[in-house]
């Protein structure tokens, strides 16, 4: 639930500072559930994984569409 509500308000980086007050006025309750639910060291670990898994993704995406384009080149 708690990444539910982060993709809801557009926050990627749950670790960034920055996103701090859009988390805590979006996301509160999820991220207290969250946090109550898990260890502090998977707490980070899942936050980390998040971010980890969509720069990945990005990654293939971008490969997937540079064959792609050499494919139709030839």
């Not at 060291?41 to 898994?53: H, V």
Request: aromatic share 10%; charged share 40%; hydrophobic share 30%.
């Amino acid at each position: 639930m708690f990444f539910q509500c982060l993709d809801r308000a557009n926050v990627l980086d749950a670790t960034d500072p920055k996103n701090g007050k859009i988390i805590g006025a979006q996301c509160r309750a999820e991220n207290e559930k969250f946090e109550e639910s898990c260890a502090d060291s998977w707490i980070k670990y899942f936050k980390e994984k998040r971010l980890i898994d969509f720069r990945r993704e990005e990654a293939i995406k971008k490969i997937e569409q540079e064959a792609q384009q050499r494919e139709h080149k030839q």
